[in-house]
């Protein structure tokens, strides 16, 4: 009878065997359920889980079981089955190349018959989009991935002698490929360009053909799959000049693909307007684009802003100047009188809309690639693509799908000079698509009686708390709104009147529009410099906006405008008082021990988050609020007959605080000081003391004398100095005046003028 010992050897290899038998029970059954195509998703978790098991475990029983699986994939990869190159690849990923005992692993063993067979279904006429999937994956990813050129000898054996044969391969099979084989096919041919674009040299011409016959697919994975190839073609060529030559260069076939779609957009656009544009045209390179010539010419503006938009490894030149010249033409063609071809005339007058569309389409990337270039590129074609586009957006007859094209070529962020005519003409463009035309016309219309005058532009703006917008297209709405961030810096120089108006008139109206101009308005705080009258202007009225609705982008908006420019003098308070802040707020509460009243709804002061409202208006730069002069004030400071000036008594009364609608300095930056102290701008501050025409209420000469009277009196400085009169006594003849005595008041004595009641 023999015995064992639970720790020995003999233990740990039996429990390792029999997890290792286990292993290999379930691995062939999933190998059988992956041969039959059954629940492929959840066989490729469990398949991998038990290939990564079984590679980590160093034994004789598990390397066996994964023989025998590689064979099988073999086997089933000879026969071209889907599963057997599913089953390639899946023990490409999980198996490493090398055990942990520094032996060989499967994969190397078996990379030669399986590369063999992959490329041998890439040379028949099979056709199975299952198959090819795994295939394509398998070759690219593991067997000849560019990782392997660490290992020589692998490299020798596997990869030099099958690598060469790959590129001929993958062309031909996009020539005769199927149309559910084509995006698979053209993004792997994409990116293996990326990789090694020197092996794909010799096939170049091909494959751009295949690419150009599908950039006009009506797949729209197939057609961006074709625009991608045709982007990256231009790697194949040489890096220089010198060995290739310099049609050969990438420089040079990046240059041709480019200007063979800017030859087909503009084919295109003359064949949609032959009617209209005249000219001679000289023969150029295009592309293969078939359809009408709307689509192709919409095909073939698409394919620019695609091409222009992929990133390339090297410095390419772009034909700046074509395709501004071809945006340029689209955009100046206009509609001849009706000739003898009236019927097509008409046709392609009904197109125009959608050419002037792809026109500023092709602006607005074309702006883009320029700033991409640099300063001298946008110096040379900005002014003239602003230009088109103010003038699209100033023209009301236009579509309003054609204004928000232009206002989005407005929003492109091109360096422009503040003192161009150019950002006024836009600004004001912007701002007239913002403002429907019934505010204006209803403000025309009012009697001339109640019509205030108004100084500025922004006055008809202000007039209202929400400007009334549904006349207005969205569309147009969101376009202009995204423009005005770009231009309002600009208009913030305040280089002329002009500018400062606009600023203040852009201001007023994106806050009177409400909640969809939030994210504009938070744009336009952050462009607008600290202590400037604007940042004056937003606070009154942005104190309104809570009322719009309970948005939290609009608290958050009145948040970042109200509160980031105060100065952080609340934290420090807090900070150096400490404790005993928290003491002082809490010692108050309770029973007062000398009168026995309770105190517990008093509350000592808080510290925390309360700013108070001078702070506030020093910090966004408004001025101080004037106090409250009483008439007693007044009348003391008068100058006496002898000199003297006469004190002024301890003002009584207490200074109301400042409303929230406290004006900042409107005048421009140009203007007199009392035009930039004034509260009202439409009002002088000096008035005339003569009472206007038609006065409901006429100056008494009783007043006057009394005025005189008291000003020339030597008993003026009593009377005037004593306390708040009482009130008024019945009325006396006028020679009582006269006969004044002590134990009589005098009456109170009305200085305002009619000007000032009329206004109250």
């Not at 990256?232 to 310099?246: P, S, Y």
């Not at 913002?434 to 205030?452: D, G, I, M, N, W």
């Not at 003491?583 to 808080?606: F, H, L, Q, S, Y």
Request: hydrophobic share 40%; glycine share 6%.
């Amino acid at each position: 009878m023999s015995f064992t010992f639970i720790g020995g050897s003999n233990g740990v290899d039996d429990a390792l065997e029999s997890k290792v038998s286990s292993l290999s029970r379930q691995l062939n059954a999933l190998i059988g359920q992956i041969e039959g195509g059954s629940a492929q998703a959840r066989n490729d978790v469990e398949a991998a889980d038990l290939f990564s098991r079984l590679g980590a475990l160093n034994c004789e029983t598990a390397s066996q079981a994964l023989r025998k699986a590689s064979l099988k994939a073999t086997t089933l990869l000879s026969r071209a089955s889907a599963g057997g190159f599913h089953l390639a690849l899946l023990m490409s990923r999980q198996i490493p190349w090398v055990t942990q005992s520094g032996d060989e692993g499967v994969l190397p063993r078996h990379a030669h018959d399986w590369l063999a067979g992959a490329l041998s279904y890439l040379a028949s006429d099979k056709s199975d989009a299952e198959v090819l999937t795994p295939l394509l994956e398998l070759i690219t990813k593991h067997l000849v991935h560019p990782s392997t050129a660490s290992r020589p000898e692998y490299t020798r054996h596997v990869v030099s002698p099958n690598l060469g044969k790959l590129p001929g391969l993958l062309a031909a099979r996009l020539e005769r490929g199927q149309r559910n084989e084509l995006p698979l096919l053209l993004n792997t041919v994409a990116d293996e360009i990326e990789v090694r674009a020197n092996t794909y040299r010799s096939v170049a011409s091909r494959l751009h053909a295949s690419a150009s016959a599908h950039i006009a697919d009506p797949s729209a994975q197939i057609r961006l799959a074709a625009i991608r190839l045709l982007g990256q073609l231009h790697l194949t060529g040489a890096v220089g000049e010198r060995g290739a030559g310099k049609e050969s260069s990438s420089a040079h076939l990046w240059s041709a693909t480019i200007k063979a779609a800017i030859g087909s957009a503009r084919s295109a656009f003359q064949d949609c307007t032959t009617t209209f544009v005249r000219r001679h045209v000289t023969p150029q390179a295009q592309l293969t684009i078939q359809g009408t010539p709307l689509e192709r010419l919409h095909l073939a503006i698409n394919l620019l802003p695609a091409l222009l938009s992929l990133p390339t490894q090297r410095a390419v030149p772009v034909p700046l100047a074509r395709l501004f010249g071809l945006a340029h033409d689209m955009l100046s063609v206009i509609r001849p009188k009706a000739t003898v071809e009236a019927d097509v005339n008409a046709s392609e007058a009904a197109s125009l809309v959608q050419v002037r569309l792809l026109a500023l389409q092709l602006l607005v990337i074309s702006l883009e690639t320029a700033c991409l270039i640099g300063q001298d590129a946008v110096a040379r074609f900005a002014s003239q693509a602003l230009e088109d586009a103010v003038t699209l957006l100033e023209d009301k007859a236009e579509p309003a799908a054609v204004r928000a094209a232009a206002a989005e070529v407005l929003a492109v962020q091109v360096s422009l000079d503040p003192s161009s005519r150019l950002v006024l003409r836009a600004s004001r463009a912007c701002l007239a698509a913002l403002v429907p035309q019934q505010l204006f016309s209803q403000q025309a219309t009012r009697p001339p009686q109640k019509r205030s005058r108004a100084r500025y532009e922004s006055d008809a703006v202000a007039s209202g708390s929400q400007v009334p917008s549904p006349s207005v297209d969205p569309h147009l709405s969101r376009s202009c709104l995204a423009a005005l961030p770009h231009l309002f810096p600009h208009l913030c120089t305040s280089l002329t009147p002009q500018h400062f108006d606009l600023a203040h008139t852009a201001a007023q109206l994106v806050i009177a529009l409400g909640p969809p101009a939030v994210p504009c308005l938070a744009r336009l705080v952050e462009c607008c410099p600290a202590g400037s009258p604007l940042l004056g202007l937003m606070v009154p009225k942005l104190s309104e906006a809570a009322r719009w609705s309970g948005n939290a982008e609009v608290q958050r908006v009145l948040r970042e405008v109200l509160m980031p420019r105060l100065p952080p003098v609340l934290a420090g308070r807090q900070d150096d008082r400490g404790d005993e802040g928290e003491d002082e707020a809490t010692r108050d509460w309770g029973i007062d021990p000398e009168t026995g009243r309770e105190t517990t709804a008093k509350t000592g002061p808080v510290y925390g988050g309360e700013v108070t409202t001078r702070e506030a208006l020093e910090a966004v730069g408004l001025t101080q609020p004037c106090q409250e002069v009483t008439v007693e004030e007044t009348v003391v400071e008068v100058q006496h007959p002898s000199g003297d000036t006469l004190a002024a008594p301890e003002p009584t009364v207490i200074p109301v605080p400042p409303a929230s609608s406290t004006s900042a300095p409107t005048g421009p930056r140009h203007s007199s000081p009392a035009a930039m102290l004034s509260p009202e701008p439409t009002k002088p501050l000096l008035r005339p003391t003569t009472p206007k025409i038609g006065s409901p209420r006429a100056v008494s000469a009783s007043n006057a004398t009394l005025g005189a009277a008291a000003a020339a009196s030597p008993e003026a400085k009593e009377v005037f100095a004593a306390p708040a009169p009482p009130a008024r006594p019945a009325a006396q003849p006028q020679n009582a005046l006269a006969e004044d005595s002590d134990d009589e008041e005098l009456p109170e004595i009305d200085l305002r003028s009619d000007d000032d009641e009329d206004d109250e």
